[in-house]
């Protein structure tokens, strides 16, 4: 299973599961535009990145609310604050 974060003006606002058939079964980078156009073919818009449940690329799994920072190409980690 492949899955993909819509991200919003830098945050992740869902997070989908596709078919890895549907990402044209080949691992990412190369699996990315093809999930993509998959996702638009079903007239689902937006921005959406692939993200790796494994952390094996970009960073962190992407999850609600996750930052994602277009320079770096990566989700980063919640900031967790502590009252002291």
């Not at 080949?26 to 993200?51: M, R």
């Not at 449940?53 to 900031?79: K, Q, T």
Request: proline share 4%; net charge negative.
């Amino acid at each position: 299973m492949a899955h993909f974060a819509k991200i919003e003006n830098g945050i992740v606002t869902h997070v989908i599961v596709i078919a890895n058939e549907d990402c044209g079964g080949g691992d990412f980078p190369v699996s990315e535009p093809i999930g993509q156009a998959f996702i638009a073919s079903l007239g689902i818009e937006g921005e959406w990145k692939q993200t790796s449940f494994s952390r094996a690329f970009r960073g962190n799994f992407a999850g609600y609310g996750i930052v994602y920072d277009a320079e770096l190409d990566e989700f980063l980690a919640p900031i967790i604050e502590e009252n002291v």
